[in-house]
């Protein structure tokens, strides 16, 4: 099951209390800020209308795949443009979802 946008808060409630988002999402945090050269990126933010470009969304996808030693494809970041709608596709991939 993928989860977009507002749907992530609705599935987060579902969740068990133990699930930790934020570890999943502290790290891709500071990467969207140094990808966007921003000093601050909510959970919620949408990473295109930041300010994104193609060339950072691949080293979001490359970075990721290597952080969190997964497969994932550049569509994902359209799919999950946000650090919390990307951590619960990040779960998922992981298998902890």
Do not use: R
């Not at 933010?45 to 952080?67: N, P």
């Amino acid at each position: 099951m993928f989860v977009k946008g507002q749907d992530v808060k609705a599935l987060k409630t579902l969740l068990p209390e133990k699930t930790d988002f934020t570890s999943v999402e502290s790290a891709p945090t500071k990467k969207f800020q140094e990808v966007l050269s921003v000093d601050t990126v909510a959970p919620d933010d949408d990473y295109f209308l930041i300010g994104d470009d193609s060339l950072g969304t691949v080293e979001i996808v490359t970075w990721a795949e290597k952080h969190f030693n997964i497969s994932i494809e550049i569509s994902c970041v359209f799919d999950y443009p946000s650090i919390s709608s990307l951590a619960v596709y990040v779960h998922e991939k992981m298998g902890e979802l």
